[in-house]
Structure formats: C-alpha cells, structure tokens
C-alpha cells in the first residue's frame, strides 16, 4: 500500500472515531493494524472544556516507530452520560520524519506544500485528497457509553463500535 493511500485510510478511520464526557482522564486503544497493514494507536484526551482525539500511525506492528500523527481537537457539550455534541475546533497533521514530510509535499496533501517534520499543520476545513476536513465550529453527533475503567463509541458512520481504556 503506497503512502497516499496509508494517509487516506488513516484519515477515513480517524475521523470515525471522537468523543467523551468525563472531567479530565486520557484513554487509550492498544495499538492494532487497520486496513491492509496501517497500524494506529489512538487516545483520547479530556478536560473539562475540549476532547483531544489522537490517531498516531507506526511503521510497523510493534508500535515503535511513529511517522504520522492526526488530531481533531472539539469542544465539549455533555449531557449526563452521553455527549450530545462536539464542536470541532481543529483538524491537525504532523509529520514525524523527513520521508512523510517530503512525501505530503510531493502530492500537495491538503493542497500544502510546507510539511516539515515534526511542524503541525492546521487542515481544518482544508480538503485532504478526497476528504473534505470537517470546518471550525461544525457539529458532530456520536454516542458514548461510559464504565469504570472504558470509555466506547459508537458512531453512526462506523459500522463496529470500539473502546478506548482508561490509562
């Protein structure tokens, strides 16, 4: 699978996954292959006003080596147990080696031609290939169920549930 299509598929399973209504806690995913051969580990982190949904992406199955790392970063609005919305705030990349950065740049990722390794670029509202990233402000419905020591999702766009744990 060549890069692009690492970085479309990695982008497609991070925006099926957001959300969270808890004071201040991070979650974690153990990390697993997604697709043909990406591997992701994904967290979530909360405070009480924002979520921050991490997907990072590894070269290989031992989760040693990230060269990815995507970030959507909401506003929360909880209700009880569920949260009834998030508003996105921001859609962030960050390349974590030269290879990616020039290889973002080679295809304009994002319609950018800056990447740099280890530079965050904003992409909110930008369109990323084939995915329009979502705009500041814009509105996300999922819903969340919450126990002891897991936090699961369940979205309407993502046929499988899943479930990060409480670190």
């Given at each position: 699978m060549n890069l692009t299509t690492k970085l479309k598929f990695l982008l497609l399973i991070a925006t099926l996954f957001t959300a969270a209504n808890l004071q201040a806690d991070t979650f974690e995913q153990n990390c697993k292959i997604i697709g043909e051969d990406?591997?992701?580990?994904?967290?979530?982190?909360l405070n009480t006003q924002n979520l921050l949904h991490r997907v990072t992406a590894f070269?290989?199955?031992?989760?040693?080596k990230p060269y990815l790392i995507f970030d959507r970063v909401y506003e929360r609005s909880d209700n009880q147990n569920q949260v009834a919305s998030l508003v996105h705030l921001k859609a962030l990349y960050t390349p974590l080696s030269i290879e990616v950065a020039r290889a973002l740049n080679l295809i304009k990722y994002c319609g950018l031609r800056n990447w740099t390794m280890n530079q965050?670029?904003?992409v909110t509202g930008k369109k990323c290939d084939d995915f329009q990233q979502l705009s500041a402000g814009e509105k996300t419905e999922l819903s969340v169920t919450f126990q002891p020591d897991f936090i699961y999702?369940?979205?309407a766009h993502d046929p499988v549930p899943y479930a990060l744990?409480?670190?």
């Open positions: 990406d591997v992701v580990q994904m967290t979530v982190e070269e290989e199955e031992n989760c040693q965050t670029q904003d999702f369940d979205n744990k409480r670190l």
